[in-house]
Antibody
Framework: QVQLQESGPGLVKPSETLSLTCTVS????????WSWIRQPPGKGLEWIGY???????NYNPSLKSRVTISVDTSKNQFSLKLSSVTAADTAVYYCAREMKGELRVPSALPKGSLRTQYYYYMDVWGKGTTVTVSS | SYELTQPLSVSVALGQTARITCGGN??????VHWYQQKPGQAPVLVIY???NRPSGIPERFSGSNSGNTATLTISRAQAGDEADYYCQVWDSSSWVFGGGTKLTVL
């Protein structure tokens, strides 16, 4: 089955750039969305952003100015860069796959017809990697 | 931005039924997913699209979603169900997580 593994430095200095890679094994990176999520110590989950295998991205508005997510399909990897880090960026960072589901729902027109609605959920997660921001 | 509200903690006696709620404005119109996270481990999907169980998740886990509240129900609670539980929805082009609920099995 598909497995994800995060890798990268565990310690980053303030104001520098955090760089992590997620390696996908047991399956292809193609045809899926891939997300980064983080969890500060003792706190909840925060979505950072996702990338489609084709390279299109979407970021959390609260982090958008500092985040870049990229993909390397030849290596079955995707990566996260978070710039200008502070102590508040100290967290466990997870990568996850977004699985796509389909639902047939009533369509407005033509009357009585159905349309396909897609939804997504995170079905596979990496084990996480701890990143500490400190001088 | 959209907010999901979960109780900080829920307690349940061994073998009884636990219910964890996730509140949000008209959440019934959204697809809600639930994750279980045990200490030191990554989250695990336990319910997707309101009430669907992934393969390998016990039937004791079920979900519902209506109005302004989604609920994760754990029947016949076991010691191994002790964990943090997070609800999640997609809103305005972003994933949103609830703050998490710590389930204690007494």
């Amino acid at each position: 089955q598909v497995q994800l593994q995060e890798s990268g430095p565990g310690l980053v200095k303030p104001s520098e750039t955090l760089s992590l890679t997620c390696t996908v094994s047991g399956g292809s990176i193609s045809s899926y969305y891939w997300s980064w999520i983080r969890q500060p110590p003792g706190k909840g989950l925060e979505w950072i952003g996702y990338i489609y295998y084709s390279g299109s991205t979407n970021y959390n508005p609260s982090l958008k100015s500092r985040v870049t997510i990229s993909v390397d399909t030849s290596k079955n990897q995707f990566s996260l860069k978070l710039s200008s880090v502070t102590a508040a960026d100290t967290a466990v960072y997870y990568c996850a796959r977004e699985m796509k589901g389909e639902l047939r729902v009533p369509s407005a027109l033509p009357k009585g017809s159905l349309r396909t609605q897609y939804y997504y959920y995170m079905d596979v997660w990496g084990k996480g990697t701890t990143v500490t921001v400190s001088s | 931005s959209y907010e999901l509200t979960q109780p900080l903690s829920v307690s349940v006696a061994l073998g009884q039924t636990a219910r964890i709620t996730c509140g949000g404005n008209n959440i019934g119109s959204k697809n809600v997913h639930w994750y279980q996270q045990k200490p030191g481990q990554a989250p695990v999907l336990v319910i997707y699209r309101d009430s669907n169980r992934p393969s390998g998740i016990p039937e004791r886990f079920s979900g519902s979603n209506s109005g302004n509240t989604a609920t994760l129900t754990i029947s016949r609670a076991q010691a191994g169900d002790e964990a943090d539980y997070y609800c999640q929805v997609w809103d305005s082009s972003s994933w949103v997580f609830g703050g998490g609920t710590k389930l204690t099995v007494l």
